[in-house]
Structures are given as structure tokens and as C-alpha cells.
């Protein structure tokens, strides 16, 4: 990554990221189907539920992106509990409001996106020039993924919300990890 021409990208770590962004999110989303019943079974459910099932989904896919990070990036510490946060803030937010899908897998992807990704930034800017950009990016591209791949439903949503999201935030960070 380190010896590319200014205008290329890293389309190893693209597809890298792609790949343990969707992988990510389907492990955690199943992880989150053995979560709600044991916090429905202590506190009854409803937001708190809702906010452990998100944060489930958003510790795989932090832990996942963690080790994809570049190693010229010593932000990669944190990145797993910043993404469980913003994810379990999304989650609650996203079904708490009683929108039905796809709309509200759009709010979700927006919330969790952006407040996973202000404490990524947190991480980030310290290393990275255009760290700000990833205030954008990554609401959006969860936004993007999981609207679309939601609305298409079926056997491809989950995998397809994963990958385009994977592949949105993965350009984007690939662009702006080139400047650390």
C-alpha cells in the first residue's frame, strides 16, 4: 500500500474489507438471535433488547473490520467498541421508532453508521489527513447497504447489505488510509 502511485487504490484491502464487512454482519446478525431472548428473559426486552441485539451485531462486524484495518493504522484498537456502540444506538433507534422495513434498515444504517463512525473518526484522525470524509461515508454506505439490500429481502438481503456497505466504506477508507 505504501509504494502505489498517488491515484491507485488497494484493491486487496478493498475486497478484504468487503468480504469481513459482509461476513460480519451476517455472524452478527445471527449472533443477535441468541442475545434478545436472554436479555427479554432478564429485563422483558423493548429498547434495551433491541440496543443489546445491535450492539451484538455491531461487536462481530467492529471485530471483523478491526483485523481488516491496515497495519500502518495503530487506530485499530478501539475500532470494535466503537462499532458495537454505534450499532446497538441504531438498532434501538431504527425499530424503536416503528417504521417498518426497508425504511427503517435505512435509519438504522444511518444512526449506526454515524455514530459508530464519529468514534472511528475519533480513531482515525489522529493517523489519516481526510479523516472528516469518514463522517460521510460511513453512514451513508450502511445506509445505502442495508436499504438496498433489505429491500430486496430473500436469500441475497442480508448478504447483499453486507457487501455494498463492505464495499462503499472499503473504497472510501482504502482512499483516505492512502494519506496516513
Given at each position: 500500500m505504501l509504494n502505489r502511485p498517488a491515484h491507485s487504490l488497494d484493491w486487496n484491502f478493498i475486497i478484504n474489507?468487503?468480504?469481513?464487512?459482509?461476513v460480519?454482519?451476517?455472524?452478527g446478525t445471527?449472533?443477535?438471535?441468541?442475545?434478545?431472548?436472554l436479555v427479554f428473559a432478564m429485563v422483558?426486552?423493548?429498547?434495551?433488547?433491541?440496543?443489546?441485539?445491535?450492539?451484538?451485531?455491531?461487536?462481530?462486524?467492529?471485530?471483523?473490520?478491526?483485523?481488516?484495518?491496515?497495519?500502518h493504522l495503530p487506530c485499530r484498537t478501539g475500532w470494535w467498541l466503537t462499532t458495537s456502540f454505534g450499532w446497538a444506538i441504531g438498532w434501538s433507534v431504527g425499530?424503536?421508532?416503528?417504521?417498518?422495513?426497508?425504511?427503517?434498515?435505512?435509519?438504522?444504517?444511518?444512526?449506526?453508521?454515524?455514530?459508530?463512525?464519529?468514534?472511528?473518526?475519533?480513531?482515525?484522525?489522529r493517523q489519516v489527513k481526510w479523516a472528516g470524509w469518514?463522517?460521510?461515508?460511513?453512514?451513508?454506505?450502511?445506509?445505502?447497504?442495508?436499504?438496498?439490500?433489505?429491500?430486496?429481502g430473500g436469500a441475497f438481503g442480508w448478504p447483499l447489505a453486507g457487501g455494498l456497505a463492505g464495499l462503499l466504506s472499503g473504497l472510501a477508507l482504502a482512499r483516505v488510509a492512502r494519506q496516513a
Open positions: 474489507w468487503t468480504l469481513v464487512s459482509l460480519g454482519l451476517l455472524l445471527t449472533a443477535k438471535g441468541f442475545i434478545y431472548p422483558g426486552g423493548g429498547m434495551l433488547g433491541q440496543a443489546a441485539e445491535g450492539a451484538a451485531i455491531g461487536l462481530v462486524i467492529g471485530l471483523a473490520q478491526q483485523l481488516a484495518l491496515p497495519p425499530w424503536g421508532l416503528g417504521w417498518q422495513p426497508p425504511a427503517n434498515f435505512v435509519l438504522i444504517g444511518l444512526i449506526a453508521g454515524l455514530v459508530a463512525g464519529l468514534g472511528q473518526w475519533l480513531l482515525l484522525r469518514w463522517l460521510v461515508v460511513s453512514p451513508l454506505a450502511w445506509a445505502g447497504g442495508l436499504g438496498l439490500g433489505l429491500a430486496v
